[in-house]
């Protein structure tokens, strides 16, 4: 059974850091595109990063230059590094996945939409409050 289990939420002051960590069970992370979404109440769920080939990633506007993404072969995982944090950033964060040899490749620089994901994990909620 294939799971995708976020971690590393939590509340931060704002400035503040968070290391979301994607761990996947039932399957092995390196063909598959991983992207990181976030809902805040009353808002539509969006894309923040994106990571496919190594040298494919992506980052919404709003958090580039603050969050980085990247892949943990050994540990079969995809970790977001959140830095400076604001009080917009604050919501459900969700990783998924998309087995890149079925779907295609990405357009580098973009992401994969929120329907073309295959599997979803729970979500890790991120609050930034002072």
């Known amino acids: 059974q294939v799971q995708l289990v976020e971690s590393g939420g939590g509340l931060v002051q704002p400035g503040g850091s968070l290391r979301l960590s994607c761990a996947a069970s039932?399957?092995?992370?390196?063909?598959?595109?991983v992207g990181w979404f976030r809902q805040a109440p009353g808002k539509e769920r969006e894309g923040v990063s994106y990571i496919g080939s190594s040298t494919n990633t992506f980052y919404a506007d709003s958090v580039k230059g603050r969050f980085t993404i990247s892949r943990d072969f050994a540990e079969n995982t995809v970790t977001l590094q959140m830095n400076s944090l604001k009080p917009e950033d604050a919501g459900v964060y969700y990783c998924?996945?998309?087995?890149?040899?079925?779907?295609?490749?990405?357009?580098?620089?973009?992401?994969?939409?929120?329907?073309?994901?295959?599997?979803w994990g729970q979500g890790t909620q991120v609050s930034v409050s002072s």
């Open positions: 998924a996945a998309v087995f890149l040899p079925r779907r295609g490749p990405t357009e580098k620089g973009t992401m994969v939409p929120e329907d073309g994901y295959e599997y």
């Open positions: 039932g399957l092995t992370l390196d063909p598959y595109g």
